[in-house]
T-cell receptor, first 113, second 114 residues
Framework: GENVEQHPSTLSVQEGDSAVIKCTYS??????FPWYKQELGKRPQLIID?????GEKKDQRIAVTLNKTAKHFSLHITETQPEDSAVYFC????????????FGTGTRLKVLA | DAGITQSPRHKVTETGTPVTLRCHQT?????MYWYRQDPGHGLRLIHY???????DKGEVSDGYSVSRSKTEDFLLTLESATSSQTSVYFC?????????????FGPGTRLTVL
């Protein structure tokens, strides 16, 4: 069935360094890829997304890249800050029909001060 | 937070009892989803709705049923709760103003089945 693999499961970086989280999807018909940030005890919040007609999207310190041929996409956070510490989830979806998401299993990011 | 609420926010119940969780939205989103979140599994779709009285199963639907009698409410029912259904349940919505891809999550319900 449809699957999204996410790596790493945990990631520790020093404040100011960059962090990269990678996801691979199985369904070649997927064409919408959101990223969510979830702080402890809170709801997942959409932080950035990318559609399959775009290779890269950037919003301040965060960026997402997409390689449709390889079926993988990545989240890049530059100049990390302690408030970036959270669990990050990737997901894959189709832009038509039910718009269901298949989520990755999450990456716990710790930014060390 | 996209006008979405969940009730109750916390519930402790016993094995074998029925439980109903409610998701309420105020912004006329067409699509509504129920997820469960468990350590190591991320967010898994239980059921979803694409309109009033239109629902379908997700990847972990066994033991759950849903109903949507009006646009703003989506109910998740555990007919006979089991300990394996202890989890955090999130509702999500999408589709207002023609934007269907972006899902917005409710605050979650922590359910403990003893």
């Amino acid at each position: 069935g449809e699957n999204v693999e996410q790596h790493p499961s945990t990631l520790s970086v020093q404040e100011g360094d960059s962090a990269v989280i990678k996801c691979t999807y199985s369904d070649s018909a997927s064409n919408y890829f959101p990223w969510y940030k979830q702080e402890l005890g809170k709801r997942p919040q959409l932080i950035i997304d990318i559609r399959s007609n775009v290779g890269e999207k950037k919003d301040q310190r965060i960026a997402v890249t997409l390689n449709k041929t390889a079926k993988h996409f990545s989240l890049h956070i530059t100049e990390t800050q302690p408030e970036d510490s959270a669990v990050y989830f990737c997901a894959a979806s189709k832009a038509t029909g039910t718009y269901k998401y298949i989520f990755g299993t999450g990456t716990r990011l710790k930014v060390l001060a | 937070d996209a006008g979405i609420t969940q009730s109750p926010r916390h519930k402790v119940t016993e094995t074998g009892t029925p439980v109903t969780l409610r998701c309420h939205q105020t912004e006329n989103h067409r699509y509504m989803y129920w997820y469960r979140q468990d350590p190591g599994h991320g967010l898994r779709l239980i059921h979803y709705s694409y309109g009033v009285k239109d629902t379908d199963k997700g990847e972990v639907s066994d033991g759950y049923s849903v109903s949507r009698s009006k646009t703003e409410d989506f109910l998740l029912t555990l007919e006979s709760a089991t300990s394996s259904q202890t989890s955090v349940y999130f509702c999500a919505i999408s589709g207002a103003q023609g934007v269907y891809n972006e899902q917005f999550f409710g605050p979650g319900t922590r359910l403990t089945v003893l």
